[in-house]
């Protein structure tokens, strides 16, 4: 069974910097795609960004520039790098794993408030 726990979230004001964590305990995760979704309240949860075992990383639009996913397989770890947040990046955060068969984990969410 693969278990997912998001960590770093927190209140931030506008302009600055976060870093969340997605820790996984399962066999699966040096080959699997990792990414992240954010939902903001009353919104639909949306993908945010991916990084496949092995390749590169794709962001959405919206942070572009900004955001960046990274993995480190050894600590079995997910990492989302924060910039220049803006108050619409106020969300909860999921980290979702996809193995190589094809079934989806999600972790339980941090939230990421963007405030001043």
């Known amino acids: 069974q693969v278990q997912l726990v998001e960590s770093g979230g927190g209140l931030v004001q506008p302009g600055g910097s976060l870093r969340l964590a997605c820790a996984e305990s399962?066999?699966?995760?040096?080959?699997?795609?990792m990414a992240w979704y954010r939902q903001a309240p009353g919104k639909q949860r949306e993908w945010v960004a991916a990084?496949?075992?092995?390749?590169?990383?794709n962001y959405a639009d919206s942070v572009k520039g900004r955001f960046t996913i990274s993995r480190d397989n050894a600590k079995r770890t997910v990492y989302l790098q924060m910039n220049s947040l803006k108050p619409d990046d106020t969300a909860v955060y999921y980290c979702?794993?996809?193995?190589?068969?094809?079934?989806?984990?999600w972790g339980q969410g941090t939230q990421v408030t963007v405030s001043s």
């Open positions: 990084l496949p075992s092995g390749g590169s990383a």
């Open positions: 399962g066999i699966s995760f040096s080959l699997a795609t």
């Open positions: 979702k794993e996809r193995t190589t068969w094809g079934t989806d984990y």
